[in-house]
């Protein structure tokens, strides 16, 4: 396993009425962030704000090019971004105790925090159709160029690592700064992940390692 410190390009934030920032996604031109009642919209070049949808956003978010899913207690919403209008609702499979949410292949890839796990669900069913074990607390999960990453934090410490998508098996891991969590966790699809920051409000941009 390859080990290095996360290396910190850019702090967005905190945003004005953001206590938390849960789920994160990137829709190839804002960063979308949920922080309890309302997924918001950060534009990552200005790092401001620019709109907000109110909805349930207790969670991990993703983004399949088109819709927007978000993660709401024990349930996952698909959300048209451009009205805000909630499509289609699909139980979640820890039931209330997921995290992190990514698109990839045609599914859904939930965290579920406590239990160590990540499913890949089914986007229209809820149906359960794999899961990998993990060794830490999950948080965020993100797919690019073929490679799942998720992000882990357990007391006061957290990282993000590449794992084998059959195995579990740690392949990488960027540790982050001590006291620097991980809620949410997205790449832009080049050499950034977009990570939420949990209860300091922030969002951070960390770099993502060259795929060898």
Not at 75 to 99: F, M
Not at 148 to 155: I, R
Request: aromatic share 8%; net charge negative; charged share 30%.
């Amino acid at each position: 396993m390859k080990q290095s410190v996360a290396e910190i390009l850019r702090e967005y934030g905190p945003f004005p009425g953001v206590e938390h920032v849960a789920g994160v996604t990137f829709d190839g031109e804002h960063v979308w962030f949920a922080s309890g009642d309302r997924l918001n919209a950060l534009d990552p070049a200005s790092g401001k704000t620019v709109r907000a949808i109110d909805v349930a956003a207790h969670a991990g978010t993703a983004f399949d090019g088109r819709h927007l899913y978000q993660i709401a207690e024990d349930r996952i919403h698909k959300i048209d971004p451009r009205s805000g209008a909630v499509l289609a609702t699909i139980p979640a499979p820890g039931r209330g105790g997921d995290s992190g949410l990514a698109w990839a292949e045609g599914a859904l890839w939930v965290g579920e925090y406590r239990a160590r796990k990540i499913h890949q669900i089914d986007p229209e069913t809820g149906a359960v159709l794999r899961t990998i074990e993990s060794n830490r607390f999950v948080t965020g999960v993100s797919w690019v160029d073929g490679e799942l990453w998720h992000a882990t934090w357990e007391g006061d410490e957290s990282d993000v690592r590449r794992i084998d998508r059959e195995t579990g098996e740690i392949l990488e891991r960027l540790d982050m700064p001590p006291g620097t969590a991980v809620s949410g966790l997205e790449s832009d699809g080049g050499d950034r992940f977009f990570c939420g920051g949990g209860k300091s409000g922030m969002v951070r941009a960390i770099r993502r390692p060259k795929k060898r």
